[in-house]
C-alpha cells in the first residue's frame, strides 16, 4: 500500500522546538495515573488527547516518531523497526544523536531504519515497516495524522497537549504501549535515583530560581520564554532549581509551552538566579552590552548558562530516557558554574 505524505507540524526543537520534561509534582502524577489504566492485561487501553488507543496483543515490531521515543524501547533492550531522523543536535551524517546511536550499536545495528519524516510524516516508510505500535507521546502530531498513522498501526499519542509530555510520562505511556509497563516504571525510578544521586554534589543550585529562554543576538527587540509545560524548563526542577514567580504568572492562561516577549518587558527576568538559553561565548556579551537586557541583575552578574547551540547537549535540554544519563554530567557542571555567580 503506497501512503500519501502529509505535512508534519515541524519538530520544534530549538528556538521553539525540541522539542520538554522533568515536573512530576503530585498533580502531574496524579494526572498521569488517570490516564493510564493499571492493568497490564490484553487489550490495553490507553486513553490520550485524541480518545484512545487499544492493543489487542503484546506488539512485537515497535516504531516510534518525533522525538525521543525511540530512546524508550532502546532504554528497555527493545530494537525499533523504524525511527524517526533527528533533526537537532546530530553532528555526524547518522541522522541519530550520540545516545541514541549508541543504544543501536549495543545492539549490533549500525544502519537502523530511519523516516526521513523532516519535512513531514512518511506514512509509506512507516507502513513498510510494518510495526504492531508507533510510539508518539513526546510529538506534535495533528488529529489528521494520528488517524492517518492509525490505519497503519494503533499510536501512542501525547496525553493532552502537543510538544508538552514529560520525561517520566514519555517513558511511562511508550513502555504501556510496548506491554513493558513495569519495565517503564523502573526505568523510571532509576533514572530518578540516577539525578538525585548527581544533584547531591550541586549544592549551589537547590532553589535557586531558574528558566529556559531563546534570545535572538542578531534581533534582541523579542525573546521567548518556555513554560513550566515544556519539558526542557520543567527538567531544570528536576535538577533541584524552582520556577521564578515571574515564569509562574506569564504561564497562567495559556496552554502554550513557550511565549514571545518583547525587550520592553525584559524586567520580568529580575527575579530569575539563573537564566539558561541555547547560544555561543558570545551571546551573554551581546546580551550585557544590550541597554535593556544588560540592566536585568542574572545578566549583569553573568549567572547565564549557556548551551552550544546544535550540540548534543542543546538536543538533550529536552531529554529522554537515553540523554538524561548521557549529558547531565556536563549539564550540571554548567549550570553550577552560572548558580555560583548568582551566590
Not at 528497555?76 to 547518522?94: F, Q, R
Request: glycine share 6%; net charge negative.
Amino acid at each position: 500500500m503506497k501512503l500519501k505524505k502529509y505535512p508534519l507540524l515541524l519538530l520544534i526543537l530549538i528556538v521553539l522546538s525540541l522539542a520538554i520534561t522533568g515536573c512530576a509534582n503530585t498533580e502531574t502524577e496524579t494526572e498521569t495515573e488517570t490516564l493510564i489504566e493499571v492493568n497490564s492485561e490484553y487489550p490495553l487501553v490507553i486513553q490520550h488527547a485524541f480518545g484512545e488507543t487499544v492493543i489487542e496483543s503484546k506488539p512485537e515490531r515497535v516504531a516510534a516518531i518525533a522525538w525521543g521515543n525511540y530512546d524508550v524501547p532502546l532504554a528497555l533492550g527493545i530494537e525499533p523497526v523504524g525511527i524517526s531522523m533527528a533533526n537537532y543536535g546530530v553532528l555526524d551524517d547518522s541522522g541519530l544523536l550520540p545516545w541514541t546511536k549508541a543504544a543501536f550499536e549495543g545492539m549490533g545495528i549500525t544502519t537502523p531504519v530511519l523516516f526521513n519524516d523532516l519535512a513531514g510524516l512518511d506514512y509509506e516508510a512507516i507502513n513498510e515497516a510494518e510495526p504492531d505500535v508507533i510510539l508518539a507521546a513526546y510529538s506534535g502530531i495533528t488529529e489528521e495524522e494520528y488517524n492517518l498513522l492509525s490505519e497503519i498501526a494503533p499510536v501512542i499519542a501525547y496525553p493532552e497537549n502537543a510538544w508538552q509530555t514529560y520525561w517520566r510520562e514519555q517513558i511511562t505511556l511508550n513502555s504501556k504501549g510496548m506491554g513493558l509497563e513495569a519495565e517503564g516504571e523502573k526505568l523510571v525510578t532509576n533514572l530518578e535515583n540516577l539525578i538525585t544521586e548527581k544533584i547531591s554534589a550541586y549544592p549551589e543550585l537547590e532553589d535557586k530560581t531558574a528558566a529556559f529562554f531563546w534570545f535572538n543576538p542578531t534581533d534582541l527587540g523579542k525573546f521567548y520564554v518556555y513554560l513550566p509545560a515544556d519539558p526542557r524548563a520543567a527538567y531544570l526542577t528536576d535538577l533541584g532549581m524552582v520556577f521564578p514567580q515571574s515564569v509562574l504568572d506569564i504561564a497562567e492562561g495559556t496552554e502554550s509551552f513557550a511565549i514571545e516577549l518583547s525587550a520592553e518587558n525584559s524586567d520580568v527576568l529580575s527575579d530569575i538566579d539563573v537564566i539558561v538559553t541555547y547560544g555561543n561565548e558570545e551571546l551573554l556579551k551581546t546580551l550585557q552590552s544590550d541597554s535593556l537586557f544588560g540592566m536585568i541583575p542574572a545578566i549583569k552578574r553573568g549567572s547565564v548558562a549557556v548551551i552550544e547551540d546544535g550540540t548534543p547537549l542543546a538536543a538533550s535540554g529536552t531529554p529522554s530516557a537515553l540523554s538524561i544519563p548521557a549529558t547531565i554530567d556536563e549539564y550540571l557542571e554548567i549550570l553550577s558554574d552560572a548558580a555560583s555567580v548568582a551566590e
